[in-house]
């Protein structure tokens, strides 16, 4: 099983600023990862697959980065709409598919 | 627009079975290249992956829950369902169905469902 390790926990920032997320993983996902975006009581949402390219209707303030075992998502001005919680997932290797645990973006 | 609704009893009782059915509409379950899923969240945790089924029936779990899980899919009435037996407190959660390409990764979610294990 490939284990997905999201880091910081928690990241605080002030709306208008950059937020870096990071995603490790286990071993080699190459570009098969995924970003998803979840708001309280709502299901997650897609937002970046093949480690940076973005679905349809995403901003382009949202970019990810990265390939191999490290991977980037950032937001490069941060709205209050982006303050949620933001997962990885992998998908090179299945079953099982594996999300990172995630990381709370909120404000600072 | 495809939409996902779960649906299925808030409350199970330890032990016993957990039964959730996703309904499809918008297109059609039978679609190709896609794969019909379910996804758990803890209280206050992060996702977890159950499994997927393709709308022939294939069938791939997460080996964690393969024991316990059950995936089916009914194309004469555009849904796919969910059971999973034997159920204890750490089974309780939000249940997501959703629709992932080929790959893995999932676009359309449903709106998930609270199920709760208690006596």
């Known amino acids: 099983e490939i284990v997905m390790t999201q880091s910081p926990d928690t990241l605080s920032v002030s709306p208008g600023e950059r937020a870096t997320l990071s995603c490790r993983a286990s071993q080699s996902v190459s570009s098969n990862l995924a970003w998803y975006q979840q708001k309280p009581g709502q299901a997650p949402r897609l937002l970046i697959s093949g480690g940076s390219t973005r679905a349809t209707g995403i901003p382009a303030r949202f970019s990810g980065s990265g390939s191999g075992t490290e991977f980037t998502l950032t937001i490069s001005s941060l709205q209050s709409e982006d303050f949620a919680v933001y997962y990885c997932q992998q998908y090179i290797s299945w079953p099982p598919l594996t999300f990172g645990g995630g990381t709370k973006v909120e404000v600072k | 627009q495809l939409q996902l609704q779960e649906s299925g009893p808030g409350l199970v009782k330890p032990s016993e079975t957990l039964s959730l059915t996703c309904s499809v509409s918008g297109d059609s379950i039978r679609s190709a290249n896609y794969f019909w899923g379910w996804i758990r969240q803890p209280p206050g945790k992060g996702l977890e992956w159950i499994g997927n089924i393709y709308y022939t029936g294939t069938t791939y779990y997460n080996p964690s829950l393969e024991s316990r899980v059950t995936m089916s899919v009914d194309t004469s009435q555009n849904h796919f369902s969910l059971r999973l037996s034997s159920v204890t407190a750490s089974d309780t959660g939000v249940y997501y169905c959703?629709?992932?390409?080929?790959?893995?990764?999932?676009?359309?979610w449903g709106q998930g469902t609270l199920v709760t294990v208690s006596s």
């Open positions: 959703a629709r992932s390409n080929n790959a893995g990764w999932f676009v359309s």
